[in-house]
T-cell receptor
Framework: KNEVEQSPQNLTAQEGEFITINCSYS?????LHWLQQHPGGGIVSLFM???GKKKHGRLIATINIQEKHSSLHITASHPRDSAVYIC?????????????FGEGTQLTVNP | GAVVSQHPSRVICKSGTSVKIECRSL??????MFWYRQFPKQSLMLMAT?????????EQGVEKDKFLINHASLTLSTLTVTSAHPEDSSFYIC???????????????FGSGTRLTVV
């Protein structure tokens, strides 16, 4: 069993739909990251969470430390949101702490 | 914000040759750089961690003589794939943690990746 599991693996939506991607982890963490990987391969860090909820534009990320679960929500989805979304957790506090990655969720938003 | 510049973005090389990939932190000091490999439809796999001024730490199963990592300065880390073979064809990407006071990690910046094709 992977330490970080995401669901669904693939998600297809129509433009405008509300999207949720889930992430569960089995290890103690100091932070959880949501990353976006575009078709060209580049990776952008969307959120870093250690508790509660964060919002940036149409993106919302939540985390429940007790349940070891996080969700990424996209409101009013758009075709440009099509990408792979990756959940990653960090166990250490220092700059050398590595990330453990989920398998990613391929999101396709159709016009 | 913090930027890691990775070059080249795409390279095609002949089997048996070596390829060097560079990652530069443009506006911050990267004392640590993580090097990842990614196969199609798979997640990132950590290959090694480089630290400025010391030897890189390789993950189990990664040949350190084949994947040479050098962290020459606080702003430059390089990965050299030596004697490349077709099975080394992959997407390679670097990432640097952003360090705050006392070494606290407050995020990661990723390079744009290098797609290596060995023919």
């Amino acid at each position: 069993k992977n330490e970080v599991e995401q669901s669904p693996q693939n998600l297809t939506a129509q433009e405008g739909e509300f999207i949720t991607i889930n992430c569960s982890y089995s290890v103690g963490i100091s932070a959880l990251h949501w990353l976006q990987q575009h078709p060209g391969g580049g990776i952008v860090s969307l959120f870093m969470l250690s508790s509660g909820k964060k919002k940036h534009g149409r993106l919302i990320a939540t985390i429940n430390i007790q349940e070891k679960h996080s969700s990424l929500h996209i409101t009013a989805s758009h075709p440009r949101d099509s990408a792979v979304y990756i959940c990653a957790v960090r166990s250490g506090e220092t700059s050398g702490s590595r990330l453990t990655f989920g398998e990613g969720t391929q999101l396709t938003v159709n016009p | 914000g913090a930027v890691v510049s990775q070059h080249p973005s795409r390279v095609i090389c002949k089997s048996g040759t070596s390829v060097k990939i560079e990652c530069r932190s443009l506006d911050f000091q990267a004392t640590t750089m993580f090097w990842y490999r990614q196969f199609p439809k798979q997640s990132l796999m950590l290959m090694a961690t480089s630290n400025e001024g010391s030897k890189a730490t390789y993950e189990q199963g990664v040949e350190k003589d084949k994947f040479l990592i050098n962290h020459a300065s606080l702003t430059l880390s390089t990965l050299t794939v030596t004697s490349a073979h077709p099975e080394d064809s992959s997407f390679y990407i670097c990432s640097a943690p952003q360090r705050g006071v006392g070494g606290y990690n407050y995020g990661y910046t990723f390079g744009s990746g290098t797609r290596l094709t060995v023919v």
